[in-house]
């Protein structure tokens, strides 16, 4: 195992006893025996290069067919373009790593891989919200939804997502690394993220997180209500249509996207509401493969096998192939 070194400083304004200003960080290894690790590290690869070539067909498929050039496909076109970078964050430095029997991680890339999973978790989260928004005015205001969702917004919302998702990175980063760790350089989790990092400083870590906590609570909750409200419309919409084709398609189209939702929330949730004080257990790292692996892994799968028009979509293109 690679031996990290560090250095020790004290603050002039701040009198700290044996702080420590680690220059790197041990990650957690999912098993020290060889077998297990060569397993790990072919298992997830696997899963990485499926939900690659997975994610890569809906960016082909939606961009392809202009059947498909309307805002839901557009949004689900950017979540597989977001999925990509997502996993690649963090899936293929932990086969690295279980490949090199080494757990090693230098403090600039553990900085560098808290900014990219806090912003991938942000954006992610606000375009399943939007999605959510799109299939309630698709069904609830049909005749308004090429006016409400025009290129134009579907645009915006975009951008607006992926800015004010770097700010909310940047800033909860910043605040992080801020802090001092001295208690010990082991990161309970096969990659850097923020509550494994609190429970290692020797500063108080309070303010950060009650600002993780209302940050959750202010951002994944409120999205949460708004989608759980879009499909309370949806729902008392779908049930008032004759039962048959559009219903099962309108259905067929919000499917997907709740499943989705589900698992995602779910494992944030029960991850970065947790206290830091909470001892770490393998229980963190199986959530947390939830949230950074099965989401990309499945979006492309769920779409793909439960959506008629995708399905129509990649039977054309087959054909024009073969």
């Known amino acids: 195992m690679m031996s990290l070194h560090f250095r020790y400083e004290m603050s002039p304004h701040q009198e700290m006893p044996n702080s420590t200003t680690m220059m790197g960080f041990l990650l957690m290894g999912f098993s020290d025996v060889w077998g297990l690790r060569v397993f790990h590290a072919i298992f997830f690869s696997l899963i ?22 309307t805002p839901m496909y557009f949004f689900l076109r950017n979540l597989s373009i977001l999925d990509t970078c997502y996993i690649s964050v963090t899936v293929p430095y ?30 992610e989260l606000l375009f399943l919200t939007v999605m959510a928004r799109d299939r309630y005015v698709a069904i609830c205001q049909p005749l308004h939804y090429s006016v409400i969702m025009n290129s134009r917004v579907c645009a915006q919302m975009t951008l607006a997502s992926i800015l004010s998702g770097l700010v909310y990175s940047g800033f909860h980063t910043g605040y992080t690394f801020r802090l001092h760790f001295c208690h010990s350089n082991v990161i309970h989790q096969f990659f850097c993220d923020i509550p494994s990092l609190l429970k290692l400083s020797c500063s108080n870590t309070f303010s950060n997180e009650m600002a993780l906590l209302a940050s959750a609570v202010g951002i994944a909750g409120g999205c949460f209500i708004f989608i759980i409200r879009s499909y309370i419309h949806i729902f008392s919409t779908v049930l008032k249509f004759p039962s048959g084709a559009n219903r099962t398609k309108a259905f067929s189209t919000c499917f997907p996207h709740i499943v989705v939702v589900s698992i995602f929330l779910g494992s944030v949730f029960y991850v970065y509401l947790r206290p830091s004080a909470i001892s770490a257990t393998i229980k963190d790292m199986i959530f947390s493969v939830f949230y950074t692996t099965i989401p990309p892994l499945f979006n492309p799968i769920i779409y793909s096998l439960i959506n008629e028009q995708i399905n129509c979509a990649i039977r054309k293109i087959m054909k024009k192939i073969f």
């Open 48 to 69: 990485y290069l499926l939900t690659v070539i997975g994610n890569f067909l809906i960016v082909i498929i939606t961009t392809l067919d202009k059947n498909l050039h």
């Open 94 to 123: 932990s086969c690295v790593n279980s490949m090199l029997d080494s757990s090693a991680i230098s403090k600039g890339g553990c900085v560098a891989q808290v900014f990219l999973v806090v912003f991938f978790l942000y954006v």
